[in-house]
């Protein structure tokens, strides 16, 4: 392990950042403050650590994407934190993230339906956004229609809400 300064580190790009994006919006959305101490943060480190890839003159984060984005909510930009340095292959790294975010997902199923299709719908769209924009097919075992199934959707009809644009809405986007 090593320790670097948070603001030495950055949100991945690519397909790493499409799945950090979907990671941070599943998650809890209750401020860190309310649940996490400063002095608890290096706990969280070491139960959820954070694996970077030096890229340039700065470290992208490529796996411990929510304890990352936790602690940096909470300490100084030029605080220091224990992070591990990775040279792996970025197909090994895309491949390790979406199977975190993915067995988080399975792991801490919400128990209300609606919320549990709101994390659904969240991976479906990130499956395919990995697969059009950065030609990644997820395995077949975690592909849409059996996440469905292990997420206990699987009898039900999943649409998107459609919103109406207001006439401004429609005037801006004609010009």
């Keep these: 392990m090593t320790t670097l300064v948070i603001s030495k580190i950055k949100s991945p790009s690519g397909a790493l950042g499409e799945i950090e994006r979907v990671n941070i919006d599943v998650a809890n959305q209750l401020p860190v403050s309310s649940w996490l101490d400063v002095e608890l943060a290096d706990t969280l480190l070491v139960y959820h ?23 940096s909510a909470l300490l100084d930009p030029e605080a220091t934190i224990s992070v591990g340095i990775t040279d792996a292959d970025e197909s090994d790294l895309i491949r390790g993230a979406l199977f975190e975010l993915i067995t988080h997902s399975l792991m801490h199923c919400p128990e209300a339906v609606d919320a549990k299709e709101r994390v659904y719908r969240q991976l479906k769209q990130l499956t395919v956004t990995l697969r059009k924009k950065h030609g990644i097919k997820v395995p077949t075992s975690l592909s849409t229609r059996n996440l469905k199934a292990l997420m206990g959707l699987k009898a039900r009809r999943i649409t998107h809400s459609r919103k109406r644009k207001s006439e401004l809405q429609r005037i801006m986007e004609s010009q």
């Design 49 to 71: 650590p954070v694996s970077v890839q030096k890229v340039s003159r700065h470290y992208e984060v490529v796996s411990g994407f929510r304890a990352f984005h936790a602690v």
